[in-house]
């Protein structure tokens, strides 16, 4: 875990000047704990794709992380190739997501309830930057082929996904993103919340053309990604 804490930090920092040296890490021994120690996570469960739920294993805080023991999370993964690889990165994933928080101004000097709603409104940005920085989304088609096999298949997705589906699929966006305009697109789209919309956002930052056509490319990809499995 601190290994993981470690490289995220260092892939984080060059592009990254918020990215803190030292963080504060709070292991929690079951669920319950967790759910305990903020009264969001509950909800944040159950308005979660079932498929990318046991994903959902930490929380971000301004200065500190909380997250399930790494005991726990060896527990919670499934038999699916790449279920415990996601767990392990779970601590990486928070250090990416709070600092995508203090990079970003619209996130960071705003009440809490006004910030949680731009972080729900913008969950595929916030929560798929965190995961595809943490290095989930490298591990996570598996779970992409279960989501697409019980959630209702690609009709039931949006583009880009929405909060029930963003801590599975927002790092795939950031994925196609960082393969046709490269990693510095991603820190860019990441480090302020677009004024456009989230729409027009992704097309200036796939460097123009249709949004139409982008969403198509995002869905082969999604369903290759399945269909590799």
Request: net charge positive; charged share 20%; proline share 7%.
């Amino acid at each position: 875990m601190l290994l993981s804490l470690e490289r995220a930090r260092e892939r984080l920092r060059p592009t990254f000047p918020q990215a803190p040296g030292e963080v504060t890490v709070v292991l929690h021994g079951s669920p319950i704990g967790l759910a305990l120690s903020h009264p969001l996570v509950p909800v944040i469960w159950l308005g979660t794709a079932p498929a990318a739920r046991r994903y959902v294993a930490g929380w971000a805080g301004r200065e500190e992380l909380h997250m399930l023991a790494p005991s726990v999370l060896r527990a919670r993964a499934s038999n699916v190739t790449g279920s415990r690889e996601m767990l392990a990165l779970t601590g990486a994933c928070l250090y990416a997501r709070l600092v995508i928080r203090r990079t970003n101004p619209d996130l960071q000097r705003v009440m809490g309830l006004i910030r949680a709603g731009r972080e729900l409104r913008w969950a595929w940005l916030v929560e798929g930057g965190a995961r595809w920085y943490g290095g989930q989304t490298a591990h996570a088609r598996p779970a992409i082929a279960r989501r697409l096999r019980e959630g209702g298949g690609m009709r039931s997705i949006s583009f880009p996904p929405g909060p029930r589906d963003a801590p599975l699929l927002g790092g795939t966006v950031l994925e196609l993103l960082a393969a046709e305009q490269g990693e510095p697109a991603v820190a860019r789209l990441c480090q302020r919340l677009p004024r456009a919309g989230a729409q027009a956002a992704l097309v200036q930052a796939f460097g123009g053309g249709s949004g139409k056509a982008l969403e198509q490319r995002w869905r082969a990809r999604l369903t290759e990604a399945a269909a590799a499995t």
